[in-house]
């Protein structure tokens, strides 16, 4: 290179200089454009596992039971405060326990020490005075009834002999206390089984061993057989019922607890599948006709009865999304507006009406499409890129608004029919004591033995729904003859 050329001089020319640069320029363009759409990426990456990651009991569907001790969730009641004072209420009536007339041992205690003449008052004529006062204990004890045969020889000289109760089969065994008491531990109280032998052996000295108790539970189980079968057929044809279902360990797998119950009936049903074979196996859906209430799970939509959608999920999702985006206000004036619409149908069941005004009606309709609209402004549904047909993943706010609106009937189900409640509670408490079950004892060791379970809860729990006394039922049942529930 010439002395008198400085170093940068280009000996391009000006049009492949800037045809260069040109280039340059829009490859940084797009490797800029790749890097945004990277953080962008990364940003909803890093925002949704925050919000997984906030997630609790107050606002998404994962239980109680799998809060952190280290992290409760906020105290945050969707109640209304209802402006009475804490406690019983003025003019409550109360309730005290009250004497029986026919107790078992009356004591009358006597005069004692010395009257101030100094006689003894041991000595004075006395009469009972009418003020009572009873203490009421309870006493367990084994109670062993022995069955002898006797022989005799007839005048034609034939040898009769007397032959045991059919009932009573072996030189030694339980009566239907004994096993009636077993199945309700283990079965209602959930007890483990070798715990329940412990109590029963402590507490009444009476030996039993689990095996022998895990017997008696599918006694129970096949005694309760038609009776569990009657309150499946009568929850067909209830007006209004509710549906759930729950993973439990069996046999070291997980199976799923299947339950369709109202007010007064509980049916569970075991499957190891979760989806559409296991509720045809169940096979009361296909027959039902009346308002399923639910977590809006797809499988229950395969069934051509009315559906009703839990708002208590919903609730809980809008939390969530308000925790998220403080800085809209959609989803509290969403949670606003169910609250208050409740409230309303609270409200008329308590004053005895058949439906809310349809003036009501609409204006809850009303307001409840606007705010939808609002939302949909505010998260709207993502596109895939031009010429793509893949699926985007949406946002949960997107795919909450679109179940929304989408299926506004459902969620709006109990402003327009007042048998239909606010949530799905009634399923979930049912599924709530065989999940205490499976956290006490760990697992079900066989499937038999998970499904005695359903089959023995679903009788407990509706006869508790009924209020009848469930241990005796049991001891009805060990007797040969269960008493029926209420099925109409």
């Known amino acids: 290179m010439p002395e008198h050329l400085p ?17 340059e320029n829009a490859s940084l363009r797009a490797q800029l454009a790749q890097q945004a759409v990277l953080t962008e990426q990364l940003l909803e990456r890093i925002q949704e596992l925050e919000a997984r990651l906030a997630k609790d009991s107050h606002n998404s569907s994962k239980p109680p ?9 906020p105290p945050r009641s969707l109640r209304q405060r209802s402006g009475k004072p804490p406690g019983g209420q003025k003019d409550h009536p109360g309730a005290t326990h009250t004497l029986v007339d026919t107790p078992e041992h009356t004591v009358v205690v006597p005069l004692s020490g010395s009257c101030a003449c100094g006689r003894d008052c041991a000595t004075i004529t006395v009469a009972v005075l009418p003020e009572r006062r009873q203490v009421a204990d309870l006493v367990i004890r084994r109670e062993v009834t022995e069955y002898r045969t006797v022989a005799g020889v007839c005048a034609c000289g034939q040898v009769q002999r007397s032959a045991f109760p059919a009932e009573v089969t072996a030189p030694v065994q339980y009566g239907p206390g004994v096993s009636a008491l077993a199945v309700y531990l283990t079965q209602y109280h959930l007890l483990p089984f070798a715990r329940t032998a412990e109590v029963l052996r402590t507490v ?3 030996a039993l061993s689990p095996a022998t108790i895990y017997t008696m539970v599918h006694e129970a189980a096949q005694r309760l057989t038609a009776p569990v079968a009657a309150i499946g057929e009568a929850l067909v044809q209830a007006a209004v019922a509710h549906a759930d279902e729950s993973g439990m360990r069996v046999a070291g797998a997980v199976q799923w607890l299947h339950v369709l119950c109202t007010t007064t009936l509980t049916v569970y049903f075991i499957h190891a599948k979760r989806g559409r074979e296991a509720l045809a196996a169940f096979g009361l859906l296909a027959h039902f006709r009346g308002v399923l209430v639910h977590d809006h799970w797809a499988a229950y939509a395969a069934y051509t009865c009315r559906h009703a959608f839990c708002n208590a999920h919903h609730l809980r999702e809008l939390v969530a999304i308000a925790e998220q985006f403080p800085h809209l206000n959609w989803p509290e004036r969403m949670i606003t507006l169910l609250c208050e619409a409740n409230d309303a149908t609270v409200g008329a069941r308590s004053a005895g009406h058949a439906a809310l005004p349809a003036a009501a009606i609409e204006d809850f309709r009303t307001r409840y499409l606007a705010i939808l609209a609002q939302a949909e402004r505010r998260h709207p549904r993502r596109d895939p890129p031009p010429g793509s047909r893949r699926r985007v993943k949406q946002t949960p706010a997107y795919n909450l608004i679109a179940r929304l609106r989408d299926h506004r009937d459902e969620v709006l189900r109990f402003i327009s029919d007042l048998r239909v409640p606010f949530d799905n509670n009634l399923a979930e408490r049912a599924i709530r004591m065989p999940k205490l079950k499976q956290k006490v004892c760990g697992c079900f060791r066989s499937a038999g033995g998970a499904q005695a379970f359903a089959t023995v809860r679903s009788y407990l729990a509706t006869l508790h729904k009924q209020s009848v006394d469930t241990y005796q039922a049991l001891v009805m049942t060990f007797q040969g003859h269960p008493p029926m529930p209420q099925l109409g």
């Open 7 to 23: 170093a940068t001089v280009s000996l391009e020319s000006p049009d492949a200089e800037l045809a260069r640069l040109r280039a």
């Open 65 to 73: 039971s799998s809060d952190p001790p280290f992290k409760k969730p």
């Open 204 to 206: 009444a000295g009476i």
